[in-house]
């Protein structure tokens, strides 16, 4: 009968309580998630604003060229 009377007033009938939490938690994770992805571009960006920044001779202790590492500073910070 409830549910009769919104679909007349047109409004819509609410969740139930037991969807309710799962939907919090839900977005929780999706919040969660969209923080961890903007914590991982923002460690690529610095490190690779870094990378652009040593010398030569910091380069050649990790093993790479100059010409690597700016092709690796170089890329977007969503790429990985």
Same mark, same amino acid.
């Given at each position: 009968? /409830?549910? =009769?009377?919104h679909?007349?007033?047109g409004a819509p009938p609410a969740?139930?309580?037991?969807a309710q939490p799962s939907a919090l938690a839900?977005?929780? %994770?999706r919040v %969660? =998630?969209?923080a961890a992805l903007c914590a991982l571009w923002q460690r690529r960006h610095t490190q690779r %604003? /870094?990378?652009?920044?040593?010398?030569? =001779?910091?380069l050649r202790d #990790?093993? #790479?060229? =100059? /010409?690597q590492a700016w092709r690796e500073?170089?890329?977007p910070f969503w790429r990985a």
């Open positions: 009968m /409830e549910h =009769r009377l679909a007349t007033l969740a139930p309580p037991s839900a977005f929780a %994770r %969660r =998630r969209l %604003r /870094e990378l652009g920044e040593l010398d030569d =001779r910091l #990790i093993g #790479i060229t =100059r /010409e500073a170089g890329k």
